[in-house]
């Protein structure tokens, strides 16, 4: 019941023009009145943004804010992944029953979250990590690797949320939600899907990098609102570092898995 009561109010808000209204509000130059308090509330450290508070002009801005460069250590080392973005890990672990992963005990096809069967087919029995990002982390988004974008294509129209309400009652919005999905060649042979899950209304996922090659640590584009980033990884590809906890916080660039 409370499943279905969540995803009929959701419905009944999903639309142009919530998306519109959102955006018009964040976007007002009187949304910058907002900006200070909305940094005290999430406890944002002010001291790591790339300019003065009082120089964004809303909120907007705010929310998509770089870092000064010193901000974020990238690990180093060519085998070892660095996280893409500030997030919580929200889920981690074995692909099972050859293509399905499993996020706060629903399960979610890679068929329905890649769009295709031969897609999918390439991270059959593999790993997969979920970075869920709230209001109060940094919007930016990184290469976890170097590496040649191979493919990169859309899914998904709408964007419904996906916090710990979204994700347990919502209609499986990793797979469902607008959608970014980058496939990455990190070696001659071995590829990772990096997927940028839109949420809360607004499909805004903006790149920065359209070249197809990405350097670890390098910024590649941003989420307008709060969102997830899913990694996928083939069979026998990689093992995940013992910081990877699920529930736990992790910063973009620090080090979670490594190749085999």
């Given at each position: ?154 899914l998904g129209q709408k964007s419904y949320p996906v ?79 013992e910081n990877v906890v699920q529930g736990y916080p ?5 080090a979670f898995a490594n190749m085999l």
């Amino acid at each position: 019941m409370k499943e279905r009561i969540y995803q009929g109010m959701i419905e009944l808000t999903n639309g142009r023009g919530s998306s519109a209204f959102l955006k018009k509000i964040a976007t007002s130059p009187y949304s910058k009145k907002l900006i200070r308090s909305y940094s005290k509330v999430y406890e944002i450290n002010i001291d790591e943004v790339s300019k003065n508070i009082e120089s964004f002009t809303n909120l907007h801005e705010f929310f998509t804010r770089s870092l000064k460069l010193d901000a974020r250590p990238i690990a180093q080392g060519a085998t070892v992944f660095a996280s893409p973005v500030d997030a919580k890990i929200e889920a981690f672990g074995d692909i099972i029953d050859s293509m399905t992963l499993t996020v706060k005990n629903k399960p979610y096809s890679l068929v329905d979250l890649l769009g295709s069967e031969r897609m999918a087919a390439n991270y059959r029995d593999g790993k997969y990590i979920v970075f869920y990002l709230s209001p109060a982390d940094y919007h930016r988004i990184h290469s976890p690797i170097d590496a040649e974008v191979v493919r990169q294509y859309v899914l998904g129209q709408k964007s419904y949320p996906v916090n710990r309400l979204g994700l347990t009652y919502g209609k499986k919005p990793i797979s469902h939600n607008y959608r970014m999905i980058s496939e990455l060649a990190y070696s001659p042979h071995r590829q990772a899907a990096f997927i940028k899950v839109g949420a809360t209304f607004v499909n805004s996922i903006q790149l920065t990098n359209v070249t197809d090659v990405w350097t670890k640590g390098e910024e590649v584009g941003y989420f307008t609102f709060g969102s997830t980033v899913v990694m996928l990884f083939e069979e026998n590809a990689i093992e995940f570092h013992e910081n990877v906890v699920q529930g736990y916080p992790i910063r973009m660039g620090e080090a979670f898995a490594n190749m085999l």
